[in-house]
C-alpha cells in the first residue's frame, strides 16, 4: 500500500480547495508537519461558520425586507401578496 492521496478523481472535483487544503494538512504523514485538531478547528471550522453565518444573516435581512416592503406596499396598492395565501 502507497498511501497516495487522490483528491482529483470523485468526489473530490465537487469538494471546495479550502477543504482539500484541510485533508491534506490532517493526513501529513509526519506528526511534527501535521496540522494538529486545535488548528484545524480554529482556522478553517471558524471560516466556515462565518461563511454560513453571513449566508444565514443574509437571508434573514431579505425576509425582512420583503415583509417590510409588504406591509408597506400592500396598503398602498390595496392588493393581496401571494403571501396572503401561503407562499409563491
Request: hydrophobic share 45%; glycine share 6%; no cysteine.
Amino acid at each position: 500500500m502507497e498511501g497516495k492521496l487522490d483528491l482529483q478523481s470523485a468526489p473530490w472535483p465537487s469538494i471546495s480547495a479550502a477543504a482539500k487544503d484541510l485533508i491534506r494538512k490532517m493526513l501529513t504523514r509526519d506528526p511534527k508537519k501535521r496540522i494538529t485538531a486545535a488548528e484545524a478547528l480554529g482556522k478553517y471550522v471558524t471560516a466556515a461558520f462565518y461563511v454560513l453565518a453571513t449566508h444565514i444573516l443574509m437571508v434573514f435581512e431579505v425576509s425582512i425586507r420583503f415583509k417590510l416592503n409588504k406591509k408597506v406596499l400592500t396598503p398602498l396598492i390595496g392588493t393581496r401578496t401571494p403571501l396572503d395565501e401561503g407562499g409563491w
